[in-house]
């Protein structure tokens, strides 16, 4: 549904993708013809006809109409959006703040998208450069390997203790009694806390009969731990939050609105988790296993609190108490001050020795880094994330690399590189007669392999064949470590620039042919266009160049088994 104008009060109604409604007002601007069409031109830029999608950014919106409204109604303008001269507009943009510049840009543009009039020449000024451009923001590198350990462990260790001292007050619920029968203990207390909910003090001191004095002066210290153990807090929230997007790799706001209903457990130890990234729109993630341990304590370890939740809050995933005897049921907003005084508390510091600052975002770009590592091995080459188109992959991850990883991505250009060349690189041929043919061939046979004329003479002898093809240089190192042989498989030398195919080699060129047909027949079409398509598309180039009575004389001798091949077990056709 896109949004709604309102005309009284003057205002906007909107539903985002995510389901959320948010309505925001313009009422009470001295110009309210210029303020309806600023909502008019904002309604157009919201999802699903634009890209704005979130009530913050809404309201970023609305804060520079209400600017510009106040602004020109001071200078005396009293007119529309479609009596603003270019002059008037470019005064107030080289004045105002980059914000407000870009967002009344985009007003006014949208306004004119929704068929409103403009004066002559003020879309294309609005289309223009910013007079207050927005700085150059360098992507953020990924963790040091140091500071992610320690990142990493704090909110490990973190984690594990409080979830631990949570089980150990479940098990004292079960022993435990009311405080004015029992005794003022850690037991009783987490017995009376679980009936009771998450009360403020002043509330617990009147539940066992006893002033806040009397109760501050003997038991608070011990009814402050109990709390911290029975219910989660927001130091722990934090930790359980930061290792989930360590773990999962999941976009910062996608963690923020997660739900309980967001959770769809694929039996005992998978979960597809469905969220909202900002910037686009629905999405999923089939979760690793260690963030889906996390998950699953983490629901455990909040089960009891939410209990207590009213119907309306109960539905969030991340609940929790600011603090010991603070009886707020929902966790208020964590931000980057909070983190920064959680990352203080806990001593971790950055290489620099100061307090770490905790970007949720560089999280994410740590995880896919210290992914590829780990899923590669033998090879530090990175993939590429789904969740991103190659432009923005290229700005977050390949721009903010460590050396190992510009290597990596290096190595997979040069590969490309040299693969299209293989690909583009005709196959040599010697047909009907060998003699003949490399004659009239010799000059450039021998300026594309760099032949010498005894080599020539084995390739014409036989005396260099490999299964497929005959072989110009086995120790060139073109698949292997150079000056050694070569270990390619059969159906490399089809792509292969020293390969030389002769008539001698028909019978195992079909019989290769024969294996790619059994391939073909027991493995999905995008695998095997993946591993032998290549190979398969040459291979009946090379065949297409001989004679066909040779082809049919050949093929008398094909048997279409896997013994007929040089192959390993694995290559072996099921």
């Known amino acids: 549904m896109p949004a709604t104008l309102i005309d009284e009060p003057l205002g906007l109604t909107c539903v985002f993708s995510d389901g959320k409604r948010a309505t925001f007002s313009l009422d009470g601007l001295p110009n309210p013809h210029l303020a309806r069409d600023l909502a008019l031109g904002l309604a157009e830029l919201v ?5 704005v999608d979130a009530a913050g950014s809404v309201m970023h919106y609305v804060s520079s109409a209400r600017h510009l409204v106040r602004t020109l109604s001071g200078r005396g303008f009293s007119g529309g959006a479609g009596q603003l001269s ?10 105002t703040s980059m914000g407000r510049e870009a967002h009344t840009r985009h007003m006014i543009l949208g306004f004119a998208a929704n068929g409103g009039a403009l004066a002559p020449g003020v879309e294309e000024l609005a289309n223009g450069r910013n007079y207050n451009p927005q700085p150059y923001r360098k992507a953020l590198p990924p963790y040091g390997e140091v500071e992610w350990d320690r990142l990493t462990t704090v909110c490990r260790t973190l984690v594990e203790e409080s979830y631990a001292a949570h089980r150990r007050a479940l098990a004292a619920v079960a022993r435990g009694r009311h405080p004015t029968e029992g005794g003022w203990t850690a037991e009783n207390f987490c017995w009376l806390l679980s009936r009771t909910g998450p009360i403020g003090t002043p509330d617990f001191a009147g539940a066992i009969g006893v002033s806040f004095d009397a109760f501050h002066r003997r038991g ?11 219910f989660p807090h927001l130091d722990v929230t934090i930790a359980y939050r930061l290792l989930f997007g360590v773990y999962s790799g999941i976009v910062p706001d996608g963690i923020d609105g997660l739900g309980v209903g967001d959770i769809d457990w694929a039996g005992d130890a998978s979960i597809l988790l469905s969220y909202v990234k900002g910037r686009t729109a629905a999405e999923s993630l089939n979760l690793p296993r260690r963030a889906v341990r996390l998950l699953e304590q983490w629901l455990a370890h909040s089960a009891l609190l939410r209990s207590f939740m009213p119907p309306g809050e109960r539905e969030r995933l991340w609940l929790c108490l600011a603090r010991p005897g603070n009886a707020a049921l929902a966790a208020p907003k964590i931000t980057s001050v909070s983190r920064l005084r959680w990352a203080r508390l806990h001593g971790i510091v950055g290489a620099d020795g100061k307090p770490l600052k905790i970007h949720r975002a560089r999280i994410r770009t740590t995880h896919h880094a210290m992914r590829d590592k780990r899923t590669w091995t033998g090879s530090g080459r990175a993939t590429i994330d789904p969740n991103h188109s190659p432009a923005v992959e290229g700005d977050h991850y390949l721009t903010a690399t460590t050396p190992a990883q510009r290597k990596a991505v290096e190595a997979i250009v040069e590969d490309a590189q040299h693969d299209l060349l293989r690909r583009a690189h005709p196959p040599v041929i010697l047909t009907v007669e060998d003699a003949a043919a490399l004659a009239k061939d010799y000059p450039e046979l021998v300026a594309a392999m760099d032949l010498d004329d005894a080599v020539l003479a084995e390739l ?42 002769a008539p001698r080699h028909t019978v195992n060129l079909l019989r290769l042919k024969a294996f790619f047909s059994r391939q073909w027949q027991q493995m999905p079409v995008a695998q095997f266009m993946a591993v032998f398509g290549p190979y398969a598309t040459r291979i009946q180039q090379v065949l297409d160049r001989f004679d066909p009575a040779l082809l049919a004389e050949a093929a008398s001798r094909v048997g279409d088994t896997d013994e007929e091949l040089p192959l390993q077990p694995e290559e072996l056709t099921a």
């Open 220 to 230: 608070a210290g011990g009814f402050h731990d109990a709390v911290q153990s029975v």
């Open 47 to 51: 999802h699903p006809h634009g890209t």
């Open 86 to 95: 270019r002059g008037m507009l470019a005064e107030y943009w080289m004045g």
């Open 460 to 501: 014409i002898g036989g005396q260099r064949d490999v299964f497929t093809a005959a072989c110009g240089d086995q120790l060139s190192g073109l698949h292997g470590p150079k000056g050694k042989p070569c270990p390619a498989r059969p159906w490399v030398c089809l792509l292969c620039p020293l390969a030389v195919f």
